[in-house]
Nanobody, 121 residues
Framework: QVQLVESGGGWVQPGGSLRLSCAAS????????MGWYRQAPGKQRELLAQ???????NYADSVKGRFTISRDGANNTVYLQMNGLKPEDTAVYYC???????????????WGQGTQVTVSS
């Protein structure tokens, strides 16, 4: 089994910063990519940022220049540094990993449980 555990969400005032963390553990064989999504009430889940095992990153236009994704490959952990937060960034943030396990070498997607981020004054 694979677990993705997120931390770092909370409440912040507009213009503030938060750092999210997501640690993957379990019967992991190889992680190909990790990323962050978010889902606001009444909206679809959207991809915010992704990083590959080779360190290649991509960002949604809505967060480009404000959010930075990084990873610690040795500890199967991905981070999302969020600066210049806006009220419209309020959502549940989910960690995602594309990985293979010891028993299933085919790439599969796994999700964290989600962490709430609220930006308001």
């Amino acid at each position: 089994q694979v677990q993705l555990v997120e931390s770092g969400g909370g409440w912040v005032q507009p213009g503030g910063s938060l750092r999210l963390s997501c640690a993957a553990s379990g019967s992991i064989f190889s992680i190909y990519r990790m990323g962050w999504y978010r889902q606001a009430p009444g909206k679809q889940r959207e991809l915010l940022a992704q990083i590959t095992s080779g360190g290649v990153t991509n960002y949604a236009d809505s967060v480009k220049g404000r959010f930075t994704i990084s990873r610690d490959g040795a500890n199967n952990t991905v981070y999302l540094q969020m600066n210049g937060l806006k009220p419209e960034d309020t959502a549940v943030y989910y960690c995602n990993a594309g990985l293979s396990t010891i028993t299933m070498l085919k790439l599969q997607d796994y999700w964290g449980q989600g962490t709430q981020v609220t930006v308001s004054s």
